[in-house]
């Protein structure tokens, strides 16, 4: 059921992008403000103290590589984690460098994904406004329908297919620990750079403000 929700939040994100009339990402600010302030909470909720479980200056320095780790990624991606797809292509050839990186971000975010946790959430309330923007890139760049598919067909394996590997015992304990804090530093990197750019010139804006404490709120209760 897992494997199956994380997959078809792409499908929702490209169905989205195929039914509603979204022309521009600015369109859907607020949900991605959402989206972001709830992943971060998550994050902060329930990851960080699972890795902090024994204090240690390392978690932190898996933390900080998880970040950086993101922002070489997004030299490839140009920031499609986060919303922004600025690739041009005149050939229109299969994106590979965007798709690498999305997919390694992808296949990372899959591996916390617990029982006893509610990072799947998280991950879908991500992943469904991400896959939609990413939609519109494709039918706005002219791609064939084909390349489309194909290429959201297989990002949206990569999250099940990191959540799979997790309970295939290939870590030990240790190593697990170090992979939850990388993945905490993509998921800190991407949530706050989706709240930073969804305030436009840094303005206080109302309906952003109540989806961000609404997000939070509602990370905290569950």
Do not use: C
Request: proline share 3%.
């Amino acid at each position: 059921m897992v494997y199956f929700l994380l997959f078809i939040s792409v499908v929702i994100g490209y169905a989205l992008a195929l039914l509603l009339k979204i022309k521009d990402a600015k369109q859907i600010s607020i949900f991605l403000a959402f989206s972001g302030a709830f992943l971060l909470s998550v994050t902060i909720f329930e990851l960080l103290p699972e890795v902090y479980r024994t204090p240690s200056k390392e978690i932190g320095v898996y933390i900080i590589l998880g970040i950086l780790l993101q922002i070489f990624l997004e030299f490839f991606s140009k920031g499609a984690e986060h919303g922004h797809v600025h690739i041009h292509s005149e050939k229109q050839l299969f994106p590979w460098l965007l798709f690498i990186s999305l997919s390694i971000h992808a296949l990372l975010e899959g591996f916390p994904i617990a029982e006893d946790n509610n990072l799947m959430l998280g991950v879908i309330v991500h992943k469904i406004p991400i896959s939609l923007i990413l939609s519109l890139f494709f039918i706005k760049a002219n791609y064939s329908k084909t390349t489309t598919l194909v290429f959201l067909f297989l990002f949206a394996l990569m999250t099940p297919l990191g959540n799979w590997l997790s309970h295939q015992n290939l870590f030990s304990p240790a190593q697990e620990v170090k992979l939850t804090a990388i993945t905490i530093g993509i998921f800190l990197h991407v949530s706050t750079t989706i709240l930073f750019e969804s305030s436009k010139n840094h303005k206080f804006n109302l309906s952003k403000m109540t989806a961000v404490v609404v997000a939070v709120l509602l990370a905290y209760f569950l």
